[in-house]
T-cell receptor, first 113, second 112 residues
């Protein structure tokens, strides 16, 4: 079975631009979470979506938004990019909200110039 | 003070050594504890999961949780060069397993 997939693999943007990152969860998984991992740090929680609704949000500004589609795939959108948004963006899926096991995708590396 | 503290290393050991990786935490509500392995430029891969206090063994890996001390450990026996990676501890409270709190990760290098 395919694991969590993310696209694109790499992305280079300039300050002020907008970016959309995509994630497809493991087949059968209904919950998707997004994390930001800055170089040298552990992942930080951004959002959790379950059954197309936002179920949790971390300490990120409103420039960050996300949504989940009927097929449980998800998009993370970031507006008005800042240099500090450069990071590895990770998507994790789990079977449902209450499960304790999250499986991570390979991530999208975003560079903001 | 961060909720989860982890020595960033790097930790360099010879092949065959026993490796001990540790995290401390401050939130007594944490009930689920995980260890992830992350190779360079890859996503984290779940290695071990434990609930509350106790030990769990899986092959060469043993995870320990001491809730009274707010301290968790991962032991790697007979370490191999292929174990060279960053090891991340992660945890969550029972009431919100959706949001994992990660340590900064410890970089491990096992040399032949």
């Amino acid at each position: 079975d395919a694991g969590v997939t993310q696209s694109p693999t790499h992305l280079i943007k300039t300050r002020g631009q907008h970016v959309t990152l995509r994630c497809s969860p493991i087949s059968g998984h209904k919950s998707v979470s997004w994390y930001q991992q800055v170089l040298g740090q552990g992942p930080q929680f951004i959002f959790q979506y379950y059954e197309k609704e936002e179920r949790g949000r971390g300490n990120f500004p409103d420039r960050f938004s996300a949504r989940q589609f009927p097929n449980y795939s998800s998009e993370l959108n970031v507006n008005a990019l800042l240099l500090g948004d450069s990071a590895l963006y990770l998507c994790a899926s789990s079977l449902d909200r209450s499960t304790d096991t999250q499986y991570f995708g390979p991530g999208t590396r975003l560079t903001v110039l | 003070q961060k909720e989860v503290e982890q020595d960033p290393g790097p930790l360099s050991v010879p092949e065959g050594a026993i490796v001990s990786l540790n995290c401390t935490y401050s939130n007594s509500a944490f009930q689920y504890f995980m260890w992830y392995r992350q190779y360079s430029r890859k996503g984290p891969e779940l290695l071990m999961y434990t609930y509350s206090s106790g030990n769990k063994e899986d092959g060469r890996f043993t995870a320990q949780v001491d809730k009274s001390s707010k301290y968790i450990s991962l032991f790697i026996r007979d370490s191999q060069p292929s174990d060279s990676a960053t090891y991340l501890c992660a945890m969550s409270p029972a009431y919100n397993t959706d949001k994992l709190i990660f340590g900064t990760g410890t970089r491990l290098q096992v040399f032949p």
